[in-house]
């Protein structure tokens, strides 16, 4: 579903009413960094799509970056450049303009996902790079036990692996991305082994997915687990998640 936001925002999440403190929670987390900055290899110009806030924009590169949302724009740090207003599926540069691009968290958020790979593909000489979710993997979170139909929504919105690795082309790479246990970007498997954290408004609407299920949904999901926090239910069933370095979950990156 694509909706029309007063902010410009292009996907289906109201970025105005959720977005606003998007860069508190949804700070890059330097491990996963890495693992992109790697992937890009001696890319000197690189196009990030669907730039958000600039988490993960490499520096030392010459990075431009696309965000439909001005609400997300507004909240780019000063340091990174002015991202433009456009979106996947209508890139407006030139065939080959880009040493690499590279989107992250933001796929399911495109209207038309070929479109918006073949615009990257097309603008891009060298690796395109996809950081997302496999809605295959979500169910292994905690998470489906306290609220299914969040797991449900984001299982609905995330394009298949396959898909996305398929119209990158037959070279593509799929690699495993670890989360870290204090893992600072905010996304809801980030908080696999702190639970609390998800008892925290802001914590859950940097998580676009809970602008979708009703409020019934919140309030049982918030009694269940200060419930289970206080008579130890959770930590009976899950505790081992607390010290457990890394959570093999759905993160995976994608590299054509």
């Not at 998007?22 to 960094?33: L, M, N, S």
């Not at 009976?236 to 993160?251: I, M, N």
Request: one cysteine or more.
């Amino acid at each position: 579903m694509q909706l029309n936001r007063g902010d410009g925002s292009a996907g289906d999440a109201d970025y105005a009413r959720i977005g606003t403190d998007y860069a508190r929670y949804r700070q890059p987390e330097p491990r996963i960094a890495v693992a992109i900055e790697r992937a890009l290899g001696d890319a000197r110009s690189v196009l990030n799509v669907g730039a958000g806030a600039g988490s993960y924009e490499p520096s030392g590169r010459t990075v431009t970056a696309v965000e439909p949302s001005a609400t997300m724009r507004a909240q780019r740090p000063p340091q990174l450049s002015t991202a433009i207003d456009a979106t996947a599926e209508n890139l407006p540069f030139p065939d080959g303009h880009f040493d690499a691009s590279m989107a992250t968290f933001s796929v399911h958020q495109w209207k038309d996902l070929a479109a918006g790979l073949a615009e990257m593909r097309r603008v891009t000489r060298g690796p395109v790079l996809i950081l997302t979710c496999d809605p295959s993997a979500l169910d292994r979170f905690w998470l489906t036990a306290y609220a299914p139909e969040v797991i449900a929504v984001e299982a609905r919105r995330y394009p298949g692996i396959e898909s996305i690795a398929a119209a990158l082309g037959p070279k593509t790479e799929v690699g495993s991305v670890p989360i870290p246990l204090t893992c600072s970007d905010g996304f809801a498997e980030a908080y696999y082994g702190r639970p609390e954290a998800l008892l925290d408004p802001g914590a859950r609407l940097a998580c676009s997915a809970w602008s979708f299920v009703d409020a019934a949904v919140v309030e049982r999901f918030i009694e269940m687990l200060g419930r289970d926090l206080g008579d130890g239910t959770w930590d009976a069933r899950y505790g081992h998640l607390r010290s457990q370095p890394e959570f093999d979950g759905s993160l995976r990156l994608v590299i054509g």
